[in-house]
Every structure is written in structure tokens, then in C-alpha cells.
């Protein structure tokens, strides 16, 4: 099978570089052995963890995702998904990287809206400030508002994750020139953080020009979540290739695709 060459520059996250752009999340499986075979068929190299939701070592009588999940194949991700106020999310980060023996990157959101799950604008900057200062390494979900991102970026966050529809919805991409307008400014990786819903989704986050996207229900809540997660990975890669290719420019009518001249009458 001929290979087709191109170039591409890997993720770079926090200084270290990633094959993968797909990132998963690890809650709303079945079992743990089904988040074991969906990770792995995703492809994924980032693994993101809800630390107020799942045992990564704090409860040692019960299963550990980490043994599902081990952190000398993945880099895992701890978050602060639950959390509605800096403080909590703060004390969340503390406590993961206590429990990963020093780990510094950590996934940042702190919601203003239960029946929405947006993000608390301003809860997410004090937070991101303070987390900052204690030397972590901060990956941010927020708004598709320029202006916050760009706030974020100058602050010191390693990634801005603009939410493409509420979590969990599976509406896909809702704001796409929003996260265009994004990408074009900002110098960090910009991810795609919720919303995806299938395959053509991702695609989509991807030809836009995102650094990568993350997703959990996407895959967990599909009827065969490993196949699904095989799904993400093709389309992760289709979307960055139509991308570096760029697509076609679009035109209000028809362009033949064979030329008229020299036609035979």
C-alpha cells in the first residue's frame, strides 16, 4: 500500500510532544477493562482523569484506573471536572499531584451551570492564576470567547480548550468560526474540549485547524465504545491531512471537473 508523505509538526504540549492528537477521557465506562480496549484503540497518549470521581491511589481498597491506565504508557491528566469554585479546583490539582508524585500537568475547569456545565469565567482565571504561581502546567477548558483566551494564554496556560458545544451533548461543532477566531490568535495548542458526538465531529474540529481534541462521552456512550474509539482515531488523522491539504475554496456554482475546451461537439 503506497504511503502518502507530508509534513507535520507532532502536538507539543507543556514542552513534550505527542504522536496522538486525540485525548480521552477515562470515566463512563462499563467496567475498567473497557476503558482499557477503548484508550488503547484510540490511540491516545493523553489520558485525562477526574480526580473528585475516580481512584488514582486515594481510595486503596478499591480497583485503581491507574492499573487499567498505567502513567509509564499514558500521560494522564488529572482534572477538576465537579468543581464550581477556584478554591475546589485548586485543592483538586494539590491533590493529584500528590498522588502522582509530582505531577504538574492538570486539566483546569471550573463550571458555573449545572444543566450546562459552561464554564465559570471568572472562577477559571482566579484558579488559573493561582495554579500557575504553584507551578503547574495548565490546560484550560473555557468559553469560545476571544478575549478570554487570549487572557489565558498571557497568563501562562500551556493550552486553551474552547468547548465546541455543552459536555456531554454530542452536539458537535456549533461555533466554528468562534474556535477559528481562536486558533488564528493564540500561540498555544488549541483544543477542542467538548461536544464532539461522532466521528465526522472530530473531522470537522480538526480541518478547522485545532492543535487536537479531547473526549469522553463521544466514545464511553457510544453502543460499541471500542469501535467508536477506532472511529475518533481515523477521523482525528483525516481531519489534521484535509487540513495540511487544504480544502478547496467554496463557490457559489458549478465548476466542471473535467475542462470544457477542446471538447468534442
Known amino acids: ?34 476503558t482499557r480496549l477503548a484508550t488503547e484503540a484510540s490511540g491516545a497518549e493523553i489520558v485525562t482523569v477526574a480526580v473528585r470521581r475516580s481512584n488514582i491511589g486515594q481510595n486503596p481498597d478499591e480497583p485503581n484506573l491507574l492499573d487499567a491506565l498505567p502513567p509509564n504508557k499514558y500521560t494522564i491528566l488529572p482534572n477538576t471536572a465537579g468543581c464550581y469554585t477556584a478554591e475546589d479546583a485548586v ?14 500537568l492538570v486539566k483546569l475547569e471550573v463550571l458555573g451551570d449545572e444543566k450546562t456545565l459552561f464554564p465559570d469565567v471568572r472562577q477559571t482565571l ?15 477548558y473555557t468559553t469560545d470567547d476571544l ?11 500551556v493550552a486553551v480548550m ?22 488564528e490568535e493564540l500561540k498555544v495548542p488549541v483544543l477542542v474540549d467538548a461536544g464532539v458526538g461522532t466521528a465526522s465531529d472530530a473531522a470537522v ?27 475518533m482515531k481515523k477521523a482525528i488523522e483525516a481531519g489534521r491531512e484535509a487540513f495540511l491539504a487544504g480544502r478547496m475554496p467554496r463557490r457559489r456554482y458549478a465548476s466542471a471537473s473535467s475542462p470544457l475546451e477542446g471538447a468534442i461537439a
Open 126 to 140: 482566579k484558579a488559573a492564576e493561582i495554579l500557575i504561581k504553584d507551578g503547574f502546567k495548565v490546560m484550560v
Open 147 to 157: 478575549i478570554i483566551a487570549r487572557e489565558l494564554e498571557a497568563m501562562g496556560c
Open 162 to 183: 474552547p468547548l465546541a458545544a455543552p459536555i456531554g451533548s454530542g452536539l458537535g461543532i456549533r461555533n466554528p468560526y468562534n474556535i477559528q477566531f481562536i486558533i
Open 205 to 231: 474540529a480538526m480541518e478547522l485547524g485545532c492543535a487536537g481534541v479531547l473526549m469522553n462521552t463521544a466514545i464511553a456512550a457510544a453502543r460499541n465504545p471500542v469501535l467508536m474509539a477506532s472511529a
Open 1 to 34: 500500500m503506497t504511503q502518502i508523505a507530508f509534513d507535520d509538526t507532532p502536538l507539543v504540549i507543556a514542552g513534550k510532544a505527542y504522536r496522538s492528537r486525540l485525548l480521552v477521557g477515562s470515566g463512563k465506562y462499563r467496567d475498567l477493562e473497557e
Open 91 to 104: 485543592r483538586t490539582c494539590r491533590l493529584a499531584r500528590e498522588l502522582l508524585d509530582g505531577h504538574d
